[in-house]
């Protein structure tokens, strides 16, 4: 019999066998994963931070910062940054440069401020993005997270939910836009196309 914890509501479990599939939670109901064995985990270097006293000695405390994380993981997170943020700022300038106060004006500025905002998300969550994977890391290296569960900034998730909405939004409005003028165009067309010279 093994005992796990329930990733949804943390309590623990008597399982039978852990062999990889899928098992409901008898305490909440939910559904989780247990998945095949992990080949051992990049390297990855933890300094801990033991307290020492004459009459006990306590559990290692963990710090996300003293997490070393391997060359590739940096590599890949610079990358994103470097590609990234240069052409968000580009979009933002297009889009402050085009802005007018014309319907269609508004339209042409606001959706590249947006999309290079977007773009620019990585830039701004820079130090917590590295927090979350340093401590990803560190709890993968201590069993304390499933494989494939990943950390990340509740208020970058609901930021970049929100911009890709009013996106959307700006995007279904220019067409709506577009094709409104279309059709008044057309009906002005059909309207003094169809009448002779007075």
Known sequence: MAKIT???????????????????CPHCNEFFKIAKKQPKPQSIEIRTNTIQTPQITQTAQFNPDDVVLPKSTIFWHNAKLVVLTPIGLWFIILGIVRFDDSGFGTFLGIIPILFGTLLMLPAFYNSKDLKNKKTEYMLKAT?????GQKI???????????????????IIGIILYGGAMILILLMFIIAGGGG???
Do not use: D, W
């Open 196 to 198: 002779g010279g007075f």
């Open 143 to 147: 069993n304390q997270i499933l494989p």
């Open 6 to 24: 329930c990733p949804h509501c943390s309590e623990v479990i008597n399982l039978a066998s852990t062999m990889p599939g899928r098992y409901q």
């Open 152 to 170: 990340s900034s509740p208020s970058k998730s609901v930021l970049r939910q929100v911009l890709l909405i009013l996106l959307a939004l700006m």
